[in-house]
């Protein structure tokens, strides 16, 4: 994880809180502060496949996702892990449709995958959505902001679009590093 002092996240907090407060009209602190920890914690490729099956295999598949975040007809085995699942699955189709939306269907034609069947945007939107649901006790405190990042969930994929055509001009090493990592 990239400490808060790093250069690099100020530079994620510098664009995402520019371009969200002056495009997208989002002054909130709370999501700025979220999306660029989430692009700094992105940065690490095993952050984007954090999430494993039971045979701990990691999942980099919407639908398998979705899949594994069911409690009651699904492998999750508690509500806890649901909300785990989900709020990855808003998290890393937050990054991939804001940062890489072409790799989308780069994932889709490499093979058969069962997100070939999922709409990215509803199922981030409707994964934050679950998360924020979920009120009460450790929970209280953070349900608010992802009930907001459903919400905002599509102007936060444009603000994002607009920080990737920042770190393009910039030439930035990041941008580099991690288009060699997914195509």
Not at 6 to 27: K, N
Not at 77 to 103: A, C, N, W
Request: hydrophobic letters at 40%; glycine letters at 6%; one cysteine or more.
């Amino acid at each position: 994880m990239i400490p808060e002092s790093h250069p690099l996240q100020q530079l994620f907090i510098e664009l995402v809180g520019r371009h969200y407060a002056e495009e997208i009209g989002i002054r909130d602190p709370q999501i700025v502060n979220y999306v660029s920890h989430l692009l700094a914690e992105f940065c690490d490729a095993e952050q984007l496949f954090k999430i494993r099956n039971a045979a701990g295999k990691p999942l980099g598949d919407v639908g398998e996702m979705l899949i594994e975040s069911n409690p009651v007809f699904g492998p999750a085995p508690s509500f806890d892990r649901e909300r785990q699942v989900r709020k990855h699955i808003g998290d890393y189709t937050l990054f991939f449709t804001g940062m890489f939306p072409e790799s989308i269907n780069h994932f889709r034609l490499r093979r058969e995958r069962l997100e070939g069947f999922v709409d990215w945007m509803k199922a981030g939107k409707e994964s934050y959505y679950i998360v924020s649901k979920f009120e009460h006790f450790e929970y209280a405190k953070v349900a608010p902001l992802f009930a907001m990042l459903s919400q905002h969930f599509e102007q936060c994929v444009y603000g994002l679009n607009l920080v990737k055509n920042d770190l393009q001009e910039m030439q930035h090493p990041v941008v580099r590093r991690v288009d060699e990592i997914l195509m």
